[in-house]
T-cell receptor, first 112, second 115 residues
């Protein structure tokens, strides 16, 4: 099992659609979880952290299921500006707590 | 507030040449990282540093070297460039005292082509 595995995509959705991305991680001791967003030919930027209780930021909802080692990101009412690659990121634990492991990313295109 | 600054943004190298990718951050972050990103692939960790004077290898360190003489600077050195090092390189920094959810800030990237 890969350390961090994401839906391969790409996802093409119309404006206003709801879209969900899934991510699994292999190390059950992993401590922290994030979704980063990367626009074409740009650097990754933090979209949101993923807390154990789940969290919401406007149209974005992140969920964590530690038992299944699964993370999700839900985007409601998609906008054209949401078009980007979404990266699932997991931080290690113990001696690997410095380490941020990135998934390959899922490309989202929102169409008018 | 500059954040993380990388130079150059683009570079073409010939096989066997050497170069240094510069990275500096002005946020007093203790952790700094170098990643490479190949098309369709995730970011792979090359080297990281937990503070001035301390560096360690990541997943793909071969062909690269780093140093961290100050908190601010973390240059990446490519010796004897090879076509396999054609990639986009990102420098990043984090402040670990900000806790488990400390955000990583990235530079704008360096697009390197080795021909």
């Amino acid at each position: 099992r890969k350390e961090v595995e994401q839906d391969p995509g790409p996802f093409n959705v119309p404006e206003g659609a709801t879209v969900a991305f899934n991510c699994t991680y292999s190390n059950s001791a992993s401590q922290s979880f994030f979704w980063y967003r990367q626009d074409c030919r740009k650097e990754p930027k933090l979209l949101m952290s993923v807390y154990s209780s789940g969290n919401e930021d406007g149209r974005f909802t992140a969920q964590l299921n530690r038992a299944s080692q699964y993370i999700s990101l839900l985007i409601r009412d998609s906008k054209l500006s949401d078009s980007a690659t979404y990266l699932c990121v997991v931080r290690g634990s113990g001696g690997s707590n410095y380490k941020l492991t990135f998934g390959k990313g899922t490309l989202l295109t929102v169409n008018p | 507030n500059a954040g993380v600054t990388q130079t150059p943004k683009f570079r073409i190298l010939k096989i066997g040449q050497s170069m240094t990718l510069q990275c500096t951050q002005d946020m007093n972050h203790n952790y700094m990282y170098w990643y490479r990103q190949d098309p369709g692939m995730g970011l792979k960790l090359i080297y990281y540093s937990v503070g001035a004077g301390i560096t360690d290898k990541g997943e793909v360190p071969n062909g690269y070297n780093v140093s961290r003489s100050t908190t601010e600077d973390f240059p990446l050195r490519l010796e004897l460039a090879a076509p396999s090092q054609t990639s986009v390189y990102f420098c990043a920094s984090r402040y670990l005292a900000h806790g488990d959810y400390a955000e990583a800030f990235f530079g704008q990237g360096t697009r390197l082509t080795v021909v």
